[in-house]
């Protein structure tokens, strides 16, 4: 018999493979994977373009294959971010991917959970399924509801976070919507003691936003990982 793996073990085992350095611009990232209709390939990137525009995207760089008549999407997953705060030696640990609502362009609160231990399947896969999002209704009106998820550090990490933050921003990789004060709630969900919470938008925004827009598009989060050396900037792809 087949065990199950729980989404947690599969995330932190893409974790610790992050081998991703910002400040070089090489290694390799956690990817989701998208298939789109070749002929759809060009609308679907002036979408995914809005939207990392709007800053609900983890980053600008893609990798787009050709398989015969389909088109294969690489785009940054958020936990590239957890992967390179584990390589900075922060004890970082994923809780749970969810719809954020979003009011006047202010993250309010998570309104959906699926927490990481507790399900074999993607969170993030489940909520698009769903479609409890209106990306691009927020993007138009400043309000709206977003997929995002929560990790969970020690507090006397902080510091070291925020400057893994700020040299992940200056290379393009941003999407962070709330990084938590110790022992405090993040957007209603609390995290254990002595530890504090980091909320990222999910990196499936873009996918998100596509469905919305009528594209027909099938979509894997944290499919795998990608050497950023291979990915280019979505300006570069259009």
């Known amino acids: 018999m087949i065990p199950l793996t729980f989404s947690l073990s599969r995330i932190e085992n893409l974790m610790h ?12 990232i956690i990817t989701n994977t998208s ?54 030696k922060v004890p970082v640990r994923p809780k749970g991917g969810g719809v954020i609502e979003v009011i006047d362009r202010q993250p309010i609160r998570f309104t959906d959970m699926l927490m990481y231990w507790a399900t074999t399947i993607d969170p993030i896969d489940v909520l698009i399924s769903q479609e409890l999002t209106s990306v691009l209704e927020m993007m138009r009106t400043g309000s709206g509801r977003i ?28 999407g962070v919507l709330d990084l938590g ?29 596509a469905m919305s827009s009528g594209i027909r598009i099938d979509t894997e989060s944290i499919s795998g990982l990608t050497d950023i050396r291979e990915m280019t900037h979505i300006e570069d792809l259009l």
């Open 17 to 28: 493979q992050v081998t991703f350095n910002p400040l070089k611009m090489e290694g390799d």
């Open 35 to 88: 298939m789109v209709d070749l002929k759809m390939l060009q609308p679907t990137l002036r979408i995914f373009r809005d939207v990392m525009e709007s800053g609900l995207a983890v980053s600008p760089y893609l990798k787009v294959e050709t398989l015969g008549s389909w088109a294969k999407i690489y785009s940054a997953c958020s936990i590239t971010v957890s992967g390179v705060l584990l390589k900075a």
């Open 147 to 174: 997929l995002g998820n929560l990790q969970e550090a020690p507090m006397l990490a902080v510091e070291r976070i925020e400057e893994r933050l700020e040299i992940l921003a200056e290379a393009g990789f941003s």
């Open 181 to 209: 004060e110790p022992n405090m709630n993040v957007l209603g969900v609390s995290v254990e003691r002595d530890h504090v919470g980091l909320s990222l938008v999910g990196g499936t925004n873009i996918v998100a936003a």
